[in-house]
């Protein structure tokens, strides 16, 4: 391994002189110092940091699926950086209980400095959302600041260019789109998969129909909830179904990555089904953290500072938990568990088939 030409020195190489003369308290400035400002200071910058090492993480991810073909140990490499991206997004749940040690009257002492800067002025959380594949529409653009943010123009054009780029959302549906297991020559799967989700909604039907302990009304709200249910499975049987849920926004991904994905849940003891198993549940984990990140935040500004706006101009408390439900990303690989059957019902796969979906070495 190379060798630096000159000694390391610790706090040179960190850049700490730099790093830790970037904490300017306002109220400092306005002559009344107030506390509790290092600590937002700390722990906002803390975020930044932590920000960039999971933007770091997901390009690395999005260079490995931007080709037309994914080597099997990119997907390793994928799910391993993934998860190192849900690990860190643990630490930043924890880290609001560290501010929440901030009264919200000893908030309000330095509060008013701030305006209007906000946290919708963080160009690292947009880039993470665009990133990852929000819908453009659901994104809060920069410009929703009273002020514009002042943003580096490296950063802008990450940012115009992150709006332009395939997202890991569609590099994902592209990989799933190519995935070789769903057609299987003589095989009629679909066909089989539909056979079994019929007889499990019959079974379900009939349990509800017979038993003793509902009322009329609460039998027709489960037969009606079931009959929601035969109608997603549609969705999947069914492509010209799946485009009309498509068109009105209930399904985002195209017909054949659900298809693969359902595939890849349904058949994840298959030994070359594992990672992508794998990445699909850490995409769903990546998500669901950061929907529990809006949520947690959102309740932290509610006891911070009630039901004011916030200093960036929104409705705050109530806007920030309209996110959280709105702004997921992979929703789609959510919902598929209601399209999972027993494993007792799966279509049995013909053994060449299950050869070719197992590691398979020849004996000397
Ligand atoms: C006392 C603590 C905090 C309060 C009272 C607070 C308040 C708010 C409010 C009210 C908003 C909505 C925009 C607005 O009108 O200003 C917001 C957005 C946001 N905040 Fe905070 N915040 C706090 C701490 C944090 C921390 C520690 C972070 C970490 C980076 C953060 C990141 C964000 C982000 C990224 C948004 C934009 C969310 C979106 O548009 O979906 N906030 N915050």
């Known amino acids: 391994m190379a060798r630096s030409p000159e000694p390391v020195d610790y706090g040179e190489y960190l850049q ?8 300017a308290p306002k109220s400092v400035a306005a002559g009344a110092p107030a506390h509790d400002e290092m600590l937002f200071i700390v722990v906002h910058q803390t975020y930044e940091l932590w920000f960039k090492q999971v933007l770091h993480e997901l390009g690395s991810v999005m260079d490995l699926f931007r080709h037309d073909s994914v080597d099997e140990r990119s997907v390793g490499v994928a799910v391993h950086r993934l998860e190192r991206v849900a690990e860190i997004q643990k630490v930043l749940l924890d880290q609001l209980r560290v501010l929440e040690t901030m ?3 000893d908030f309000l002492e330095f509060r008013d400095l701030l305006v209007p800067a906000s946290g919708f002025q963080s160009v690292q959380f947009r880039l993470l959302e665009n990133r990852l594949g929000l819908r453009r529409g659901l994104r809060a653009p920069l410009e929703r600041s009273p002020a ?3 943003v580096p123009e490296a950063m802008r054009q990450d940012l115009v260019a992150s709006e332009a ?3 890991l959302f569609d590099l994902v549906e592209r990989w799933l789109e190519r995935t070789p297991f769903l057609e299987l020559p003589g095989f009629a799967f679909w066909e089989q998969y539909a056979g079994a989700v019929k007889r499990m909604l019959d079974a379900d039907r009939a349990t509800i129909s017979s038993n003793p302990t509902l009322s009329p009304t609460d039998r027709e709200a489960q037969l009606r909830e079931l009959q929601r249910t035969a109608e997603s499975f549609a969705g999947v049987l069914d492509e010209a179904v799946h485009e009309k849920l498509r068109a009105s926004g209930e399904r985002r991904l195209s017909h054949r990555a659900t298809r ?3 595939f890849i849940h349904l058949y994840r003891d298959q030994p070359i089904l594992h ?3 794998r990445l699909l549940r850490t995409l769903v984990d990546v998500d669901e953290l950061l929907s529990a990140w809006r949520y947690r935040h959102a309740l932290m500004v509610h006891r911070m500072i009630g039901t004011k706006i916030g200093t960036g101009g929104s409705a705050g408390h109530n806007y920030l938990l309209a996110t959280v439900e709105r702004n997921k990303v992979f929703l789609d690989l ?3 568990s209601t399209f999972l059957i027993s494993r007792s019902e799966l279509p049995v796969l013909p053994t060449e088939i299950e050869r070719r979906l197992g590691f398979h070495f020849p004996r000397e």
Do not use: D, G, V, Y
């Open 16 to 23: 700490l002189p730099k790093l830790l003369s970037s904490q």
């Open 103 to 105: 009264t919200p009257l």
């Open 148 to 150: 514009p943010a002042k």
């Open 165 to 167: 780029e395939p997202s």
């Open 260 to 262: 693969a994905a359902l």
């Open 275 to 277: 990672l992508p198993f």
């Open 334 to 336: 959510f919902n598929l």
